[in-house]
């Protein structure tokens, strides 16, 4: 079946970037999502690109799309120790309703 | 900001009981949909819902789970006959259009 595969833990110094990377499968992904996940906490929506779009800005998040190759990444600048949690990578076609999630990376922030 | 609100935040259940897992979406939100994690695993698909009906489902959600959207607001998951292997982390979501899903805190099944 189709498949989002990522890394599963990353750290970081505080004030560095963060790239977390992420692979998918399923050709017709039209949406790719960033959800952040801190201890005990629910899924919350980071940021999302379109398969159109190859590269999203969003204050401190960039995301980049390569989509001939299937590769999606999260680069967080100036990384805080805040931002330590579980990134999950997803996505979704069109035409289902259903999202598929990596298993997430944990990013540790370290001061 | 709106947001999409569950309750209970922890459901204890013995094994064979049924449960009922609630979620308030958000107002203007048409799409609502059921994820699960296991401990330590990926978030999986459960089910969505549009237009009062299941849209879409996934092999997990077999005969022992339902859904149900009993008045304008809530949106719910049942369990018929809980099994050990049902307890996870229940997220629901929920969108205004195909895409962008906001989810809710989560609720904590833990089955005995």
């Known amino acids: 079946g189709e498949d989002v595969e990522q890394s599963l833990f990353l750290s970081v110094r505080e004030g560095d970037s963060s790239v977390i990377n992420c692979t998918y499968t399923?050709?017709?992904?039209?949406?790719l999502y960033w959800y952040k996940q801190e201890p005990g906490a629910g899924l919350q929506l980071l940021t999302y690109i379109f398969s159109n779009m190859d590269m999203k800005q969003d204050q401190r998040l960039t995301v980049l799309l390569n989509k001939k190759d299937k590769h999606l990444s999260l680069r967080i600048a100036d990384t805080q120790t805040g931002d330590s949690a579980i990134y999950f990578c997803?996505?979704?076609?069109?035409?289902?309703?259903?999202?598929?999630f990596g298993a997430g990376t944990r990013l540790t922030v370290k001061p | 900001e709106p947001e999409v609100t569950q309750t209970p935040s922890h459901q204890v259940t013995q094994m064979g009981q049924e449960v009922i897992l609630r979620c308030v979406p958000i107002?203007?939100?048409?799409?609502f949909y059921w994820y699960r994690q296991i401990l330590g695993q990926k978030v999986e698909f459960l089910v969505s819902f549009y237009n009062n009906e299941i849209s879409e489902k996934s092999e997990i959600f077999d005969d022992q789970f339902s859904v149900e959207r009993p008045d304008g607001s809530n949106f719910t998951l049942k369990i018929r006959s809980t099994k050990l292997e049902d307890s996870a982390m229940y997220f629901c979501a929920s969108s205004a259009s195909v895409g962008e899903q906001f989810f809710g805190p989560g609720t904590r099944l833990t089955v005995l």
């Open positions: 997803a996505e979704s076609t069109d035409n289902n309703n259903d999202m598929r």
């Open positions: 399923d050709s017709s992904s039209t949406y």
């Open positions: 107002s203007n939100h048409l799409y």
